[in-house]
Structures are given as structure tokens and as C-alpha cells.
């Protein structure tokens, strides 16, 4: 399930990508960046964004993936 940073990440990933792949997506950017889904702190959202940018630029193309990226890095959580 991930936790509430995961969750708001995945919930702007799935417009884009669907559900499944937006999980996943997220699930593999957290490993990249030595976390996992359920502990990913605020503090790493600039990380996954940088990874997840990658990822979805080639399923979404470059401009997509630059303001999903853009919105992620700008997640608050409370």
C-alpha cells in the first residue's frame, strides 16, 4: 500500500501511466533510491522525482514527465 508519500506520488503518477504501473513505478524509484514504499520520507521527493522522470519519460514523453516531476517535488505532506 505505501505510505502517505508514496500514496500522493502514485496518485499523480496514475492519470499518466494507470494505477498498476504507477505503483510500481513508484515502488521501483523507492528502490533506486534505497527506500521502499512503506518508509520513503518527504525529505526524499526530490530523488524519486529525478528517478521517476526518467521512467516516465519513456512511456509519457518528456513533457509529462517533466511537470509530473515538477509536482512531485512539490508535495506536501502532512
Known sequence: MGNK???????LLAPALGDFIAKAAVAKGCKQIGSDADTIAPTQLGALA?????????LAGPAVAGQL???IRSIQVG
Do not use: D
Open 5 to 11: 508519500v508514496a500514496q500522493e506520488v502514485e496518485k
Open 50 to 58: 529525478e528517478k521517476l522522470e526518467l521512467a516516465v519519460k519513456a
Open 69 to 71: 516531476a515538477a509536482r
